[in-house]
């Protein structure tokens, strides 16, 4: 089975862009969540989709905004981008919403660097 | 707020000696734990998981710990080998909620030698 693939892997942006990157999850997966990695901060939780809905989000900016489609793929999208937004972004799948996290599976990110 | 906390961003150890991981919590609602480990250019990989209601979880070199009064957990690995050395999150979550939504530390980088 192809594990979740996200694209680009690597993205430069200048501030004031946006971007969209792409996750798609495991074959049969319904569930997508979306988590921030900076140094020193972990892994932050951005939000979480479900057969096309928003299930849950954490707390950062509304220029954070994500989407699920039909087929349980799903991008995010950061508007006016900073340069604190520089970070790598992981996609994670899971067969459904709110399983055992170790049916939980991480793909290997999107590094996106603001200039 | 960080709910979760690693105060050790690195850990060193020789091969064959035991690696001890550590992570604190404040939120008394989190009801299961997990550790995921991480390479670098790739995706963190579940590695063992706790139940609040269990105080210890065995996987082969892997144990997990869990004090609920204390609202800390550790990682024991024994014995450590240098395929161990990665990025090291602690995560948790209240399962109750229903949600996929994990709350990480901030990771803990182990490094064993040979």
Known sequence: KAGVTQTPRYLIKTRGQQVTLSCSPISGHRSVSWYQQTPGQGLQFLFEYFSETQRNKGNFPGRFSGRQFSNSRSEMNVSTLELGDSALYLCASSPAAGVFHNEQFFGPGTRLTVL | ?114
């Not at chain 2, 850990?11 to 000696?17: A, F, H, I, K, T």
């Not at chain 2, 009064?69 to 024991?76: F, G, I, N, W």
């Not at chain 2, 602690?90 to 040979?114: D, M």
């Open chain 2, 1 to 114: 707020d960080q709910q979760v906390k690693q105060n050790s961003p690195s850990l060193s150890v020789q091969e064959g000696r035991i690696s001890i991981l550590n992570c604190d919590y404040t939120n008394s609602m989190f009801d299961y734990f997990l550790w995921y480990k991480k390479y670098p250019a790739e995706g963190p990989t579940f590695l063992i998981s706790i139940s609040s209601i269990k105080d210890k979880n065995e996987d082969g070199r892997f144990t997990v710990f869990l004090n609920k009064s204390a609202k800390h957990l550790s990682l024991h690995i024994v014995p450590s080998q240098p395929g161990d050395s990665a990025v090291y999150f602690c995560a948790a979550s209240a399962r109750s909620s229903n949600t996929g939504k994990l709350i990480f530390g901030q990771g803990t980088t182990l490094q064993v030698k040979p």
